[in-house]
């Protein structure tokens, strides 16, 4: 066993972590390393990338310097970079130098090569997201070193947190995003092991072997076109087992000399950036949303459903809508893709054309709200999609009400993405359009007035705007004619729902049948014995999915989808109410911010458990309305003890350490009144 950094393996070290999950170790860094890098030297490095290799510095002045590289212009660096490649087998390492002189940071992105953080003055914390974010296409590109893919990219809501300290090692695996903010004055030298493919590796052995063999190196014949047996002949080479004993012999004996002699990072390629024409946004159909001041909200008033909550849906709505156009207009002019770029601007055009009421109903869906936060993500990231399913999302949902309000530009391409293999969902329209003969993540929509064109099936426009439903149709169960949906498995939820593949699995016949008479029975008694429940329900609540595993009835960016367990009317009934009130608060907290610190852990004192304060807020606001429903259902005092208990302790630790703004103790106060 061969000790690799403070008592642990070289063999555990690969078994467990490597290209698996973080390791960070306590006091590692000298372990690994052997040497340590003072500030001096690292200016000295980064004085000389300045002026003999500028491409491999990136820096904000008088803040960070980022020197990509740095052993191929330090000698030092450059032997324990030889060393350690020899000491751990591996065939490219190499050493960046991270400098800053304030707090700051390069931004979340994901490298295609495994990395060891040793930190060697000051602090960073360090956040590490998942890798099954990122999607296979972008894997391929970085992999590729297609210079159009940066790299950047958003951070996962599941991410680790480290605070790496001067003397510690981190270990961040190839693939995972990951987003390091220094302290202070802080500098860091990163061991890269630099990803090696069978491409790189054997592609010019296997030209070698192959040069070598009559049928390779001899011309093809012509003018006669190439057929199964020619190539059957060419492959049988590679079949054949004394060629494969030398490629071998040749690939073990390439990787000795590769590992035995250390090369440096070759200069990055310098990306050409690809032009189209900007979306521009007309505003003016829109403007009368936006005219006068918005109007004064007592959130104390907004703990129940009632007037209140409506106003505010109205204006988280418009917010949306703002944020959404900006967006989108930014985004489609930096996607590189003059067809999508058009179809976007028909999308945009499209939208500020619709009647003021549906637009505001179509904002408030969960795949819009969910849309605007995962854009918004990916802008401050910096990460481009590619190709850029975003915004291809984007046209499919809006498919239904632009064509409703018949505002499309006939015949104009629009780009619309798929929601499974084959499959285009327009879920405003509780439909799935089945494209059988379809390939790829995305299709064309053409619209001829009464007629539309997917992929190579046409079929009338109501197909999609679910007035009818052809042969090319599933239509979604529902609830009513214009009440929740079942939500069928979609690419957009598994790849951005924080849930991924557990979310939505959607029972099918009698079993989706069993499930919405339940959730209808659950609406019945709400309706009979608190009507503004029951009407806030159905107004916010517009796509369903049954609970087969724990999960929340609702997240913050899908506002609206709600994860429903079907076991008994009451049961069902108290998560309805949940669901609902988590959409409200969810609402509220997009337009108002509650606390001054919405991170602060706090403990209520009957849970003994810290949880931070935006989620204890939102915890609060949801069982205060369970309980108000329990109320109306004529449940006793002793029957609600422990919940109202729970309500009080984290009122308190609220009030106590929330560090609560004036709208958060506006909310704190019309929960308080709703105390026994």
């Known amino acids: 066993m061969t000790e690799f950094v ?60 980022f020197v990509k590289g740095a052993d191929a212009l330090s000698p030092r660096l450059a032997r324990r970079a030889g060393e350690l490649q ?50 296979e296409t972008d894997r391929r590109r970085r992999v590729l070193e297609d210079p159009s893919l940066s790299g950047q990219f958003y951070l996962t809501d599941d991410y680790e947190e480290f605070v790496v300290e001067a003397g510690d090692l981190l270990y961040i695996p190839l693939f995972h995003p990951h987003w390091g903010t220094s302290t202070g004055r802080s500098l860091s030298l990163t061991m890269t092991c630099n990803l090696v493919t069978p491409l790189t590796e054997l592609w010019p052995l296997l030209h070698e072997e192959l040069s070598g063999h009559r049928a390779w190196w001899h011309p093809s014949p012509l003018p006669a076109a190439p057929d199964e047996q020619a190539l059957a002949d060419l492959l049988d ?51 009368p949303l936006f005219t006068g001041a918005a109007p004064a909200v007592d959130l104390a008033k907004a703990v129940l459903p009632g007037e209140t909550t409506t106003l505010l849906a109205d204006l988280s709505a418009k917010r949306c809508l703002k944020r959404l156009l900006v967006l989108a207009r930014d985004r489609a002019g930096a996607c590189g893709d003059p067809r999508l770029a058009s179809s976007v601007q028909a999308v945009v055009n499209g939208l500020t054309r619709l009647p003021h ?21 990916e ?31 006939p015949g104009v391409p629009l780009v619309a993405a798929l929601s499974a293999p084959g499959q285009l969902a327009v879920l405003s329209a509780g439909r799935v359009i089945e494209l059988p003969d379809t390939a790829g993540e995305t299709v064309t929509v053409e619209v001829h007035g009464a007629h539309a064109e997917v992929a190579s099936v046409r079929l009338p426009s109501t197909d999609l705007t679910g007035e009818t439903a052809g042969p090319h149709v599933t239509v979604l169960p529902a609830l009513s004619e214009n009440g929740p949906r079942l939500l069928p498995p979609h690419s957009w939820y598994t790849a951005f729902h924080p849930a991924g593949r557990r979310f939505p699995q959607p029972p099918d016949g009698t079993r989706a049948e069993e499930f919405l008479e ?62 609902a009130a988590q959409t409200r608060y969810d609402t509220i907290a997009d337009l108002y911010t509650l606390s001054e610190e919405p991170g602060t852990a706090v403990r209520p004192p009957s849970t003994g458990t810290a949880l931070p304060v ?50 958060g103790q506006a909310l704190w106060t019309g929960l308080s009144e709703l105390e026994p």
């Open 6 to 65: 403070r008592g642990l393996s070289y063999e555990r070290f690969l078994a467990e972590y490597w290209r698996r999950k973080p390791l960070f170790v306590k006091g590692g860094a000298h372990d690994l390393l052997g040497l340590t890098l003072g500030y001096e030297e690292a200016d000295a490095i980064v004085e000389r990338v300045r002026e003999q290799a500028p491409d491999r510095l990136a820096h904000d002045p008088g803040r960070i310097e």
């Open 357 to 377: 009421p549906a637009l505001l109903a179509w904002c408030r869906t969960p795949e819009v709200t969910s849309w605007v936060r995962q854009a918004e993500r």
């Open 86 to 135: 020899r000491r751990l087998g591996w065939p490219r390492v190499t050493f960046d130098v991270s400098r800053t002189h304030a707090p700051g940071s390069i931004g979340c992105h994901f490298d295609y090569d495994d990395n060891f953080t040793l930190q060697q003055d000051g602090s960073k914390i360090w956040r590490i997201g998942s890798p099954t974010a990122v999607p």
């Open 518 to 579: 339940t959730v209808a029975q659950a609406l019945t008694l709400i309706d009979k014995v608190w009507p503004p429940a029951a009407d806030d329900i159905r107004a916010s609540l517009s796509r369903l999915t049954p609970a087969r595993t724990p999960l929340p009835e609702t997240v913050p960016a899908f506002r609206g989808a709600a994860v429903v367990p079907a076991t008994t009317p009451l049961e069902t009934a108290r998560h309805l109410c949940r669901a």
């Open 237 to 287: 080479v590679l079949a054949d087992p004394a060629s494969r004993r030398r490629v071998l012999a040749r690939w073990q004996e390439s990787r000795r000399s590769t590992v035995a002699r250390h090369r440096p990072e070759p200069d990055p390629p310098r990306p050409e950036p690809v032009q189209v024409s900007p979306v521009t946004v007309d505003v003016t159909p829109i403007k």
């Open 614 to 663: 935006s989620t204890l807020l939102r915890d609060t606001y949801t069982a205060v309305n369970e309980r108000e429903f329990l109320r109306h259902h004529g449940e006793t005092p002793h029957a609600l003890a422990s919940l109202s208990e729970r309500i009080r302790d984290a009122l308190t630790a609220l009030h106590d350490d929330g560090r609560l703004t004036p709208q």
């Open 379 to 409: 802008r401050e990231a910096g990460y481009r999609r590619a190709p850029d399913t975003l915004l291809a999302h984007l046209t499919s949902f809006s498919l239904p009400e632009l064509l409703r309000h018949e505002v499309p530009a």
